[in-house]
């Protein structure tokens, strides 16, 4: 039996993306993933800290079931923390497609990377992050390329 899940154009997905911070050129921002539409009274665990904050009347959501930190620093991306509040990671999926091909899109010569060091690499490699060098440390890192630019590299 088949696994269904709400589409992504689904009106119960919606993706919120916050500058958090700024500084000598590096933008911290993060990328929300929440689960319903409605509009939610402000809390201490759902609270707005773009700049300036959104009145409530404004935000929209309900639970937050994914979220991606990342760093941007000119056309490099660098996905720093990401968390999930879900069955599977299907909300992390989601987030990083709509980070990969809306926000920062390849086509548009963004560079977009993960650290290497994680125990989740095989998450990063099934949404085509891939690694240059065969080394792991603190430094390294996987890059995205998407299915087409990797079958060129690798046929």
């Given at each position: ?25 590096d933008?911290?921002r993060y990328?929300?993933?929440k ?5 939610y009274?402000r809390?201490?665990s ?13 935000q929209?959501g309900g ?12 056309k490099l991306?660098?996905?720093?923390n ?11 999926r ?6 990969v ?24 490699v099934?949404e085509?992050?891939h ?9 390294t ?13 690798y046929?």
């Amino acid at each position: 039996m088949a696994i269904r899940r709400p589409s992504i154009n689904s009106p119960t997905w919606l993706f919120q993306d916050f500058l958090y911070f700024e500084d000598d050129g590096d933008k911290l921002r993060y990328l929300q993933v929440k689960w319903d539409g409605e509009p939610y009274t402000r809390t201490s665990s759902t609270f707005d800290y773009s700049n300036p904050p959104y009145s409530d009347s404004q935000q929209r959501g309900g639970e937050i079931v994914g979220q991606i930190d990342y760093t941007v620093n000119q056309k490099l991306v660098t996905i720093d923390n990401w968390s999930t509040n879900w069955r599977d990671e299907w909300p992390l999926r989601l987030a990083v497609n709509y980070l990969v091909n809306c926000l920062y899109p390849y086509e548009n010569k963004w560079v977009i990377r993960v650290k290497k060091d994680t125990p989740v690499d095989s998450f990063w490699v099934s949404e085509y992050f891939h690694a240059t060098t065969n080394e792991v440390g603190p430094e390294t890192y996987l890059y995205f390329a998407p299915r087409y630019y990797t079958q060129l590299i690798y046929y």
